[in-house]
T-cell receptor, first 115, second 112 residues
C-alpha cells in the first residue's frame, strides 16, 4: 500500500492554458474525492466518484473543470482556460465504505500556480 | 459558506503549554473528524468521533464531540514543536451524504 499518489506535485502555467492532474488512490478504495484548498483555509469539496461513476459535483466546479475516473482506478482533473483564481492546492483523497466513519486518506496534493 | 467555524484561527504558544481548539456549527453532524496538515502536504486523519458526548484520547490529544453533535474540541496537553501544523475539523452531515465538509482551520505554532 503506497498511499494516495498525486502527480505533478507542482504546476506553474500561464493564464489561458489547460492543465491536467492525476490521482492514483489506494487500490482497494472505491471512493475518490477531489478537493481544492487555498492558503490557510480548509479544503473545499469539488467532486466525488464511486468506482467509475461521478456521483456528485460541487457548484465550485465550473464548466472549465472536468474530472474522470475511467475503469474506477486512477482519476484525472482537467482545468481548461486557467484563470489566476484557479491557483490553489488540489487534493485527492480516497476512502472505503464512506468517509463518515473511516475518514479520508489524502495525497500530498498538486500545487497549481497560474501566472 | 463554511458550515464549520474553528477558533482560534491562529495560535502561537511555548512548548509545554496546553491549548484547546474549537469547532462550531449550527448544523448537526453524524460524525466529526480532526485532521492535521503540514505545509505542502495533504491532511492526515487524527480521529473520528460519532456519538454525542464522545471523548477520545490520542496520547496528549483529547477530542470531544458535543452532546448535540454540533461542535467539537481538541485539547493538547504539554504541546511540543512536532504538534505544529494546521488543524482541521471536518463533519459528515446526516443522511446519504458521502462527503465531509471541512472547517476553516486553526494554524498552531509551538515554539521550542
Amino acid at each position: 500500500d503506497t498511499g494516495v499518489s498525486q502527480d505533478p506535485r507542482h504546476k506553474i502555467t500561464k493564464r489561458g492554458q489547460n492543465v491536467t492532474f492525476r490521482c492514483d488512490p489506494i487500490s482497494e478504495h472505491n471512493r475518490l474525492y477531489w478537493y481544492r484548498q487555498t492558503l490557510g483555509q480548509g479544503p473545499e469539496f469539488l467532486t466525488y466518484f464511486q468506482n467509475e461513476a461521478q456521483l456528485e459535483k460541487s457548484r465550485l466546479l465550473s464548466d472549465r473543470f472536468s474530472a474522470e475516473r475511467p475503469k474506477g482506478s486512477f482519476s484525472t482533473l482537467e482545468i481548461q482556460r486557467t484563470e489566476q483564481g484557479d491557483s490553489a492546492m488540489y487534493l485527492c483523497a480516497s476512502s472505503t465504505q464512506g468517509p463518515k466513519e473511516y475518514g479520508y486518506t489524502f495525497g500530498s496534493g498538486t500545487r497549481l500556480t497560474v501566472v | 459558506t463554511q458550515l464549520l467555524e474553528q477558533s482560534p484561527q491562529f495560535l502561537s504558544i511555548q512548548e509545554g503549554e496546553n491549548l484547546t481548539v474549537y469547532c462550531n456549527s449550527s448544523s448537526v453532524f453524524s460524525s466529526l473528524q480532526w485532521y492535521r496538515q503540514e505545509p505542502g502536504e495533504g491532511p492526515v486523519l487524527l480521529v473520528t468521533v460519532v456519538t454525542g458526548g464522545e471523548v477520545k484520547k490520542l496520547k496528549r490529544l483529547t477530542f470531544q464531540f458535543g452532546d448535540a453533535r454540533k461542535d467539537s474540541s481538541l485539547h493538547i496537553t504539554a504541546a511540543q514543536p512536532g504538534d505544529t501544523g494546521l488543524y482541521l475539523c471536518a463533519g459528515a452531515r446526516p443522511g446519504g451524504y458521502q462527503k465531509v465538509t471541512f472547517g476553516t482551520g486553526t494554524k498552531l505554532q509551538v515554539i521550542p
